[in-house]
């Protein structure tokens, strides 16, 4: 098979050492926080407290708030069409 020559070398769809260097970041964080938690007991009760909070705020309430239903400012009249531009 005959190869051409290509002076321009093929660019990769994903720069690796980007997504390396994010994932990295990302796992640290994580592990930093994960030792901080095994390591202070009272940030193992903050978080137990923050997902309770969130989640009893996911649930919806049984009984909804009475709603205000607006009232027009004055009587509504009906109007009539003329006529003359529909001919």
Known sequence: MLRLYNPRPRQPLVDWTWTVRILS?????????????MINPKISVWISEG??????MAVSPDVAPETQ?????APM??????????K
């Open 51 to 56: 997902a309770e909070a969130e989640l009893a």
């Open 69 to 73: 239903i607006a009232q027009p400012f």
């Open 77 to 86: 009249r009906a109007t009539q069409v003329v006529e003359r531009f529909y």
């Open 25 to 37: 970041a990302y796992s640290l964080a994580v592990f930093a926080l994960v030792w901080l938690a």
